[in-house]
């Protein structure tokens, strides 16, 4: 049995709560990335028994580990780490390294016209160009 639209269904629902939570509110809630997470790794047990655990679980730590270093050094908030580790989950390892390249490439064009509507400031929600790459990555990868 595929799972492909309840995947998708997921992403979506992390994607657009991650979105209006970061502009709304300047933070992503831990409720919304862990059950997502969640979800990603029940859906692979599912799909595939526990050999499914691995990819969304390799997803995971490699979502959470790329945006590691950037939390640490005040780049990014932690909502933003939290967010592409539970993609990863739904991506596997393949999509993860997409949404990071996607999220990063639209996050450079998200920051430009954040600077010409609102100026140099120093808050910049990051969480919805990562949500559109995290989305963009589930039909190529």
Known sequence: MSFWAVRLGVLVVLAAGATYWDMRFRRV??????SCALAGLLIGGLEKGGAGLLPPAAGLVLGGGVFLPFVILG??????????????????????VWAVLFGSVLGGVWALAWLAVRGRG????????????????????
């Not at 809630?29 to 862990?34: E, K, N, R, S, Y």
């Open 75 to 96: 780049y990014v908030g932690a909502g933003d780490l939290k967010l592409l580790a539970a993609a990863g989950s739904l991506l596997g390892p393949a999509g993860t």
């Open 122 to 141: 120093r808050w910049l929600p990051y969480a919805p160009p990562l949500a559109a790459g995290a989305l963009a990555s589930f039909f190529v990868a």
């Open 29 to 34: 809630p831990d409720a919304l990335t862990v």
